[in-house]
């Protein structure tokens, strides 16, 4: 199974949101996910409900 990486990037300029987003660790280079959140707390629990429903899909899938 892929790993992946999740981040939380703060607003580039005054008036944006932060964004989170979900990276396959394989190919860096593309987001498998991009959300706007209003907080750094908002964008991490995105990205942990995102990641358990990774775990839970390969598990179905018989990848994990």
Do not use: R
């Not at 629990?45 to 899938?61: F, H």
């Amino acid at each position: 199974m892929s790993k992946f990486v999740g981040v939380v990037y703060d607003p580039p300029h005054a008036g944006f949101p932060y964004l989170a987003v979900l990276f396959n660790e394989k190919d860096m280079g593309k987001a498998m996910v991009a959300q706007p959140v209003s907080s750094i707390a908002e964008g991490e629990a995105l990205i942990a409900e995102l990641a358990k429903g990774l775990v839970e899909l390969a598990k179905k899938d018989g990848n994990a």
